[in-house]
C-alpha cells in the first residue's frame, strides 16, 4: 500500500526535531505576551513540511549518490528498497517544499525581509543537507546543520516571527535546543559509521571515531540543562523552566550510559528515544514558561 511506503518515507520519528524548537519559540512569545495563533500554526506547519522535505531528499539523493546499500543499518529507505520510485519521492521533496514555500509567503508577510531570508536559508539547507556538490551529510556538517536549522534558526525565527524582534533568552533556549537536535544526528551517523566508511562519506562520527563521538554525545545531551540553568542565573529564565526541564534529567543520563556501550543498529531505538528527549524538554521548558506567566 503505497500510503504506509509514504508514511516510511517521511520519517515520523524525526519530526520532533521540527516540532519542539517551534514550540519553545511560540511559548516564549506567549510569556513575553506577544502571540498570534495563526503565525504558530503556519509556522509549525512550515517548519514540519521543511523537515519532510528534508527527509524525503534524504531517501532520494543517497540512492542517487549511492550511499544506501542492503548492508544500510537504519530504518527502511524507501528508495533503495525499491518501495517507492526515485522520481515519486523526488516529486513528493518538491511537493513538501513548494507547500513550504507557499506557508512561508504568509510568514514572510508578518516577519519581514529577515523572514525572507532565514526562508531562503531554510530551503537551501533543505537541498543541500544530502544533495549538491558539497553536501552537508557527508562532509561531518550533519550536526552542525542540526543546531543551526533546528535550533537557532527554529527558535529565534519563530520568537521573531511573533515579536518582530530578538532576545537572549530566544537565542539561549535555541542553543539548548539546537544541541539536542544535534545529538539526533550524531546517533545517526555513529550507527551508520561503517556503511558511511566504506561509501566515502565522512560524517563527523567518522572523522571522530567511536569513543569521540559517544563523548561529544554525553556533552549534547547535557549542556542544555546547564543552559537553562544559566539562563536562570542571568535573570533570562524564570526558575520554573529549569525545575520543568530537570524532570527530563534522568531520560537523559539514561541514554548517556546507554550511548557508551552501543553500536550498529542496536542504536536505532535510542535513536527514537533521543528525538522523544528533545521533544519532552522543549515541553517541559514550554511548561514551565506557562507555569511562571
Known amino acids: ?5 509514504w508514511i516510511l ?6 519530526l520532533p526535531a521540527a516540532i519542539g524548537p517551534l514550540l519553545v519559540g511560540n511559548v516564549l ?16 506547519a512550515c517548519a514540519v513540511l521543511l523537515q519532510i522535505g528534508v527527509n ?12 544506501d546499500t542492503d548492508e544500510r543499518l537504519g530504518p527502511t529507505r524507501v528508495t533503495q528498497q525499491g518501495l517507492l520510485s526515485a522520481t515519486s519521492v523526488r516529486n513528493g521533496m518538491i511537493l513538501s ?8 509567503q504568509y510568514l514572510i508577510f508578518v516577519g519581514g525581509w529577515p523572514i525572507a531570508g532565514l526562508a531562503l536559508f531554510a530551503l537551501a539547507g533543505a537541498l543541500c543537507y544530502s544533495g ?16 543551526i536549522y533546528f535550533g537557532l534558526v527554529a527558535v529565534v525565527g519563530s520568537y521573531f516571527i511573533q515579536t518582530g524582534t530578538t532576545d537572549s533568552s530566544a537565542w ?8 539536542l537536535n544535534a545529538a539526533i544526528m550524531l546517533v545517526n551517523n555513529t550507527r551508520d559509521r561503517s556503511t558511511d566508511i566504506k561509501a566515502g562519506k565522512r560524517t563527523l562520527a567518522v572523522r571522530l571515531g567511536l569513543e569521540r563521538s559517544q563523548l561529544l554525545y554525553q556533552m549534547l545531551i547535557a549542556s542544555p540543562y546547564l543552559m537553562v540553568t544559566l539562563g536562570w542565573l542571568m535573570g533570562l529564565l524564570p526558575g520554573a523552566t529549569v525545575a520543568a526541564c530537570a524532570i527530563s534529567i534522568p531520560m ?9 556501550h552501543t553500536q550498529g543498529a542496536a542504536l536505532n531505538p535510542l535513536l527514537g528515544r533521543t528525538a522523544k528527549l528533545t521533544m519532552f524538554f522543549s515541553g517541559l521548558a514550554s511548561g514551565g514558561l506557562l507555569m511562571a506567566l
Open 1 to 5: 500500500m503505497n500510503l504506509q511506503y
Open 9 to 14: 518515507a517521511i520519517r515520523p520519528r524525526t
Open 29 to 44: 512569545a506567549v510569556y513575553h505576551q506577544d502571540f498570534s495563533w495563526l503565525v504558530a500554526i503556519a509556522s509549525m
Open 56 to 67: 524525503l531528499a534524504n531517501d532520494y539523493f543517497d540512492f542517487k549518490s549511492g550511499v
Open 97 to 104: 517544499l513548494s507547500l513550504a514555500t507557499l506557508i512561508g
Open 132 to 147: 549538491g556538490p558539497y553536501p552537508l551529510a557527508s562532509h561531518g556538517l550533519g550536526e552542525i546543520a542540526a543546531y
Open 172 to 179: 539561549l533556549l535555541a542553543s539548548a535546543v539546537g544541541l
Open 252 to 260: 537523559a543520563k539514561a541514554l548517556a550510559s546507554e550511548f557508551a
